[in-house]
């Protein structure tokens, strides 16, 4: 066995162990973890180990693109001779027969740019990706896998692949016929039943698994527009495969709204049966894969779902939502208004109620899906008077008895509750977990919005910006502060970021303008102005310096703080902006001698005292002061080539700059007279430096109704760089 294993790694294959006859009743069983298996093939030293050493009792081949190989293994053999006389060119291959059966197993090579995936059929198997085969000389339960046909494998075209697939989606395709009453129905069922005798609908609170013809119909209308139509209806086509629908019943449903649907991007013209070839070969393609997992709907809304909701305006429609499954609804649950008002009475008031069903996520898809119930059943009364066309003069009276009268009144609406991975598609958020909320907590909107705040704060205490926590919760930030003087337990800390000052350093802080923000203190925590005669004086006095400023607030729930450091107001991440200072600090130091370097007289001056100017972090963007020391000299920039610039600059931080003021210059560029070159852009970092670039990137990105980019950013660097001295 290891010198056969051998030999088969030679040929590209990756081999595993499996238990064989050593062990009868795993006798098929992989016998190591083979998952890195399926990425890389073991080394001689790894096989010898395993069929020497450890003597393993067979083989077998992992198939995919590991080993450029797929097989047919058939468990049929009408199956297999229905293949046999179709595929006849096909069987000059590497044919190996099984032990158990007797049946063959067909050897196939496939290419790089081919992709057949793994299916699996009554009666046949195709290998590929995340699947292994056992192979010769292995013996399970007596019986040994013998070579049929040897020779090195078949290599198939996209042809014989496209062949292969239609083979296999065609015996799909009978299977599903032959249980129409099952898959092929189009409505699911109803979870509440019509008591036809006051025409009340009793809630019978059973979840469906599926997802209706509407739905889906709505979700393909929506992505079309966005995505193309193609997209859309492949998209469409795998979230029905995920759902267990089958194809044939997709296919019924989209095909014709596929093939009517407008496009929205320059396009061949097409003819309606060319247009609904084109629908049909989608969805097969989309259901040729195996259906995927879908995430479980939890008893809550997702968080994400609920930040969604909240950030639309929405508020109402995520405490119905969150009220139902309170109260046991499940999503596919049908309901109608009364129900709805009946289970939440004392919780959601009526007016949010009738706004939720009236809500949209979109200008085309409800949030509650409409299900029109069918026409009354007519009485012996309405089928009389129906027939009786001919007019007549005289009056003629239908008696009618107790059974045959209508109730009063109209047979409500029924909806349908949204399914909760529907939402997270057409949302486009992902499915998250659920904060637990108590049924006081849906009310009013305001204490929702108080209770998904709190739930937040208590799972996850940290640093959090204001303008985030109000976007979160749809309101202004003056309101997510109230919020949290409100709310009983939830504590709030600001944090602030230092910098030690010394004699040496003295230059971060400007000279007579203090930076907004940012403060001066001494040992005893007593604050002063950011300026550097304070600072000095301060110095002389011998008192310990920190050059200061305010970050984010620090939130926990409780009395008990999470961190030490948090009790004196330090910033966690404090390590991480010392780090950044001394980064900062290094780097100005060597841009500093570069351009000392480039006066005439570098030669006779001696070595000055360097100085530090303020930043934040090399990354942010920052307002900057008067940075430079104005005992200092400034150096004057020189013009160079244009040549120059044609190539990188040395500097790789400053071309990566570049490339950026490039690229945002371009985003928002209308004509060509608006663009900005690469080398001009190479020309302005190395002008103005990088400080003043990222500000200029900062106010791009902010600023609205700009015509001429590439002309602003000019003028707004000269004027900012003469107004501070640069």
Known sequence: LSDIAKLYSGFGYSVIPIYGDTQPERAKVAAVSWKTYQIHRPSDEQLSEWFEDEKHGGLAIVTGRVSNLIVLDFDSGKLQYEFEKQFSDLLNTRIVTSASRGLSHYYYKIPVYINLATQHIDGADLLSNGCYVIAPPTVVQGKEYKIQRGGMPYQLTQSDAHRLKKFFNARQEAKSNSFPSILLSSEPKLSASINTEDNSIQPNKTQINSISPESLIHLYQHYAPQIGRNNSLFKVACH???????????????????????????????????????????????????????????????????????????????????????????SGDIVTKKIVTDTLQGQVGRHSILATFSARLDATIPVFETIFPPPRTPTHTSVAKDKNKKQQTKCFMFSQTKSDKISRGRIPTQFRIPDINVLCDILHVPFTRSDSLQPDDIQKAKIYRKAVHRELIKRRPGMYHRRWLAKRLGVSRRTSQRYDNDIVGIQRKPMYIY?????????????????????????????????????????????????????????????????????????????????????????????????????????????????????????????????????????????????????????????????????????????????????????????????????????LKYRQNINNPAGFMVIWLRSTAKSIGV
């Not at 991440?573 to 005439?600: C, F, G, H, M």
């Not at 360097?610 to 972090?617: E, G, R, V």
């Not at 790789?652 to 060509?672: C, F, I, K, P």
């Open 240 to 330: 029905a495969r995920d759902r267990h629908l089958n194809m044939i019943q997709v296919k019924e449903t989209l095909k014709t709204v596929h093939a009517q649907q407008i496009t929205h991007e320059p396009h061949t013209s097409e003819t309606h049966a060319q247009r609904l070839q084109e629908a049909d070969n989608t969805i097969k393609s989309a259901f040729s894969q195996p259906p995927k997992d879908i995430q479980s709907a939890s008893s809550q809304l997702p968080n994400s779902i609920r930040e969604a909701f909240l950030k639309k305006g929405l508020t109402c429609v995520a405490r119905v939502l969150d009220g139902l499954f309170l109260n046991g609804f499940k």
């Open 499 to 699: 910098q030690s000052i010394t004699w040496k350093n003295l230059h971060v802080i400007p000279l007579d303008e203090s930076i907004g923000g940012r403060f001066l203190e001494d040992g005893n925590r007593k604050r002063y102005p950011g300026l550097r005669q304070i600072a000095a004086r301060l110095l002389a006095q011998k008192k310990s310096v920190q050059y200061g400023y305010q970050d984010m607030n620090y939130y926990w729930y409780g009395d008990n703080l999470p961190l030490i450091s948090v009790r004196w107001g330090i910033n966690p991440k404090q390590k991480e902006a010392d780090e950044n200072y001394k980064k900062v600090e290094k780097y100005l130091i060597q841009r500093y001698w570069k351009n000392l370097r480039a006066k005439k007289h570098v030669q006779s001056v001696s070595k000055p005292h360097i100085p530090s100017p303020i930043k934040k972090q090399i990354e942010a963007n920052e307002p900057i002061s008067r940075m430079a020391n104005e005992s200092q000299e400034p150096t004057p920039y020189k013009p160079k080539s244009k040549r120059v610039y044609q190539k990188a600059l040395s500097d790789s931080r400053a071309e990566y700059l570049a490339t950026r003021l490039y690229q945002a210059v371009w985003d928002r560029a209308t004509g060509e007279q608006s663009r900005l070159s690469q080398p001009n852009a190479r020309r302005l970092v190395d002008e103005y430096g990088e400080t003043l670039i990222r500000r200029a990137l900062g106010v």
